[in-house]
């Protein structure tokens, strides 16, 4: 059973930072396309950064870039996402994504569209 935790969300100022962990257990391959995602009250959940396990490749949202950075960490088996220079417009309940990538490209939208398991999402709320 594949399982995805995310903790780390809270409560901080604009220009704080916090740190989102995601614990991810049930996958035998290490061939995983992860990422995670926001989504804020009335809008559409987004991609903010996605993190391939083959090449190590990061991928970040326009609105990110610069203040997120997205880790893999396999000694827990874990991804994280650290989040600087918090906006207000970053509130946002955020959730993770992992995928077994095969032979496909690892994108946003591979993440939302191949059926998969989601965590139960943390709430990140910047205040300004």
């Excluded at 650290?82 to 690892?106: F, H, K, S, V, W």
């Amino acid at each position: 059973l594949v399982q995805l935790v995310e903790s780390g969300g809270g409560s901080v100022q604009a220009g704080g930072s916090l740190r989102l962990s995601c614990a991810v257990s049930g996958y035998t391959s290490d061939n995983l396309c992860m990422g995670w995602f926001r989504q804020a009250p009335g809008k559409e959940r987004e991609g903010v950064a996605r993190y391939t396990d083959a090449t190590g490749a990061t991928v970040y949202a326009d609105s990110v870039e610069g203040r997120f950075t997205v880790s893999r960490h396999t000694a827990n088996n874990t991804l994280s996402l650290q989040m600087n220079n918090l906006r207000p417009e970053d509130t946002a309940m955020y959730y993770c994504a992992a995928r077994d990538r095969g032979g496909r490209i690892c994108s946003f939208v591979f993440l939302q569209l191949q059926s998969g398991a989601w965590g139960q999402g943390t709430q990140v709320t910047v205040s300004s």
